[in-house]
């Protein structure tokens, strides 16, 4: 690989990373409603989503998302009702009789994190766009450099969101003494989900 497209790819990433946006806003939600753990796995779930998303693009199959619209309205319209299921299951969890928050396992916000990503359109036609410019064809593989521009998101994102997420669950459990306070950590989360399928369902493809 030409070294100096990986080193102004670097900076690009991280800028990408850092950038607020659904995968963050996920993380965020899975901090508050069931702590840190549960944030870092979503994280991992995301990343290796995003790392779907390159070999896929990689491959050549991303162009088919970005060329037959009812591919890419299907994928949207599956994550817009998983989201908000996953809104519904955190209302549901915060009305437990004694108002405490059912927090998800690793594993279950791991899987969460994941087909949240995968069912996000955007993010494939966003490496189409955007991880091209950085590929030379004379360097090698088209497939190997997508799958190292794309280890480095996955890895910068996995490490921001993960941030981002284990902050909230750590002020979220020292905030958890009031039944309200529980109760509203639900809620919040609810409306984080419900907040980011909107935002998927308004969507265009441009």
């Excluded at 990373?17 to 996920?26: E, Q």
């Excluded at 009305?95 to 990503?117: C, D």
């Excluded at 280890?151 to 905030?175: H, K, P, Q, Y």
Aim: glycine content about 12%.
């Amino acid at each position: 690989m030409d070294l100096y497209l990986l080193l102004a790819f670097i900076p690009a990433a991280l800028a990408l990373n850092l950038t607020p946006g659904a995968d963050m806003m996920f993380c965020l939600g899975q901090g508050l409603r069931s702590g840190t753990k549960a944030a870092v796995a979503a994280s991992a779930g995301i990343s290796l989503g995003a790392m779907i998303h390159m070999a896929l693009a990689g491959a050549g199959l991303g162009a088919i998302v970005a060329t037959v619209p009812w591919v890419f309205d299907a994928i949207r319209w599956v994550g817009v009702a998983y989201l908000l299921w996953l809104a519904w299951g955190a209302l549901r969890a915060s009305n437990v009789e004694n108002g405490k928050v059912q927090g998800l396992s690793a594993a279950k916000a791991f899987r969460q994190g994941l087909i949240v990503n995968l069912s996000n359109p955007k993010v494939i036609l966003f490496v189409l766009a955007f991880v091209p410019q950085f590929v030379d064809p004379t360097k090698g593989s088209v497939f190997v450099q997508f799958m190292v521009f794309g280890s480095i998101i996955a890895l910068g994102g996995f490490v921001v969101n993960g941030m981002v997420g284990a902050f909230s669950g750590t002020a979220g459990r020292a905030l958890t003494g009031s039944v309200k306070f529980q109760r509203g950590l639900g809620y919040t989360t609810a409306a984080i989900f419900t907040a980011l399928a909107a935002r998927l369902a308004i969507m265009e493809k441009a």
